[in-house]
């Protein structure tokens, strides 16, 4: 997200305190102080050697355009050229003055060009004047150059602050651009666990019940059978469209993250023996060996396990078949989860001869995927085992919430 003009104004100086424009004001003065320069040897009738420290002054302002050290030096010392040939340097001084303070605006530092111009203007004045080291001229000069300097190199530094702290600025509001992106892609991967969670388990226990009471109507009830099969055709309808929005949902999001912000529902480690309870109400042979609840139990392990026993069972009602084994120990604060169940093709009286081969293929969601983002949410770690004949899925968490090694 880009800074708006009215977030950024603090940052940005008025339009006279911009180092390019004090730059080229400076240019600017250089070049009047040396078209007035040129007109004096015309109107006093002197010498043209007058011009030579002029024009190797304009040369030096020239090359520090391109080359700053090059051209200061030049221009530094033109003033200690025109008192060697007799000629006024004032001009020759305000010009290094004014380069002076562009070199250090644009690039060099502001001790240094200080060192060299401050000396070199104090010794052009001694020279042309006859006047003794310590006369207030000759330190005027002297004082002047290092200001300018000094000048110079003070505006850079603040500008280059300025700078700095609006590329914070912008760096911030990036920050907070991507914050409340992740917020909403977190949210949005809530919402799809969640809706997979519940949804998807409740649907398959009701399509269980209505294969259950399919199987066991009398030979007939073919109104009620057909009632009943229109009445799985679309609990299966209702699975795939809740695939769709899943799809929809996690969009934007990247599987197997291992964030656990908002990522804590309220079903937790306590509701499991419900859980089964109701499965078993469902038809599914649950044989369930439970451990105790840990006291220290951290809330988002609780919830992570709740969940993962969950979509177990969910995942046993619709592909697997016989009895489901699950299963919960603890040992050296390290909670396991497993459940197991065998993976065969339910006979015709389970399934109803109205079953068709659609019915019986394998469906494809995100209930894996759920599972390990619940366990590596929680810090823990999950492990499938899928062959032939079984299906076996083991979670590893530990109860403090650390992350498991």
Request: proline share 5%; charged share 20%; glycine share 8%.
């Amino acid at each position: 997200m880009s800074a708006s003009p009215r977030e950024l104004a603090a940052y940005r100086p008025r339009w006279y305190r911009n180092p390019r424009t004090l730059d080229l004001a400076a240019v600017a003065v250089t070049l009047v102080a040396a078209a007035t320069e040129f007109s004096v040897p015309l109107a006093n009738g002197t010498s043209l050697f007058g011009y030579l420290p002029l024009t190797v002054s304009l040369l030096g302002v020239l090359v520090s355009r391109r080359y700053p050290w090059t051209g200061i030096v030049i221009v530094t010392l033109t003033p200690l050229l025109a008192a060697t040939v007799a000629w006024d340097p004032l001009i020759t001084w305000n010009i290094a003055v004014f380069t002076a303070f562009s070199v250090t605006l644009r690039a060099l530092p502001g001790v240094w060009v200080g060192l060299l111009v401050g000396p070199t203007l104090y010794f052009a004045a001694v020279m042309y004047n006859g006047i003794g080291f310590g006369s207030p001229t000759a330190f005027t000069a002297f004082a002047f150059g290092f200001m300018a300097a000094a000048a110079g190199s003070a505006v850079r530094s603040h500008d280059r602050y300025r700078n700095e702290l609006e590329q914070r600025t912008l760096d911030a509001l990036a920050a907070r651009d991507t914050e409340a992106n992740g917020r909403v892609t977190e949210e949005r991967l809530r919402i799809a666990r969640d809706l997979h969670d519940v949804i998807g388990h409740e649907v398959a226990v009701l399509g269980i019940h209505l294969g259950v009471a399919e199987v066991n109507l009398p030979s007939d009830a073919a109104v009620a059978r057909e009632s009943l099969h229109s009445a799985r055709t679309s609990v299966q309808s209702v699975l795939l469209e809740t695939q769709r929005i899943l799809h929809v949902l996690r969009s934007d999001t990247t599987e197997g993250r291992d964030s656990g912000v908002g990522l804590r529902p309220a079903p937790d480690f306590s509701g499991i023996p419900d859980l089964i309870e109701s499965c078993r109400n469902a038809g599914v042979d649950v044989r369930a060996d439970l451990t105790q609840a840990p006291a220290a139990l951290d809330p988002e392990v609780s919830t992570a396990a709740f969940r993962i026993v969950q979509e177990a069972l969910t995942n046993s009602q619709r592909h697997g078949s016989g009895p489901v084994t699950l299963s919960t120990t603890l040992s050296r604060a390290v909670l396991t989860i497993t459940v197991s169940n065998p993976k065969t093709v339910r006979t015709a009286k389970i399934a109803s001869p109205a079953r068709t081969g659609a019915d019986l293929a394998p469906r494809r969601g995100h209930g894996l995927v759920g599972m390990r983002e619940r366990a590596a949410s929680a810090g823990g770690k999950l492990v499938v085992e899928d062959r032939d004949d079984l299906f076996h899925v083991t979670a590893t968490l530990r109860v403090d919430g650390g992350r498991i090694r």
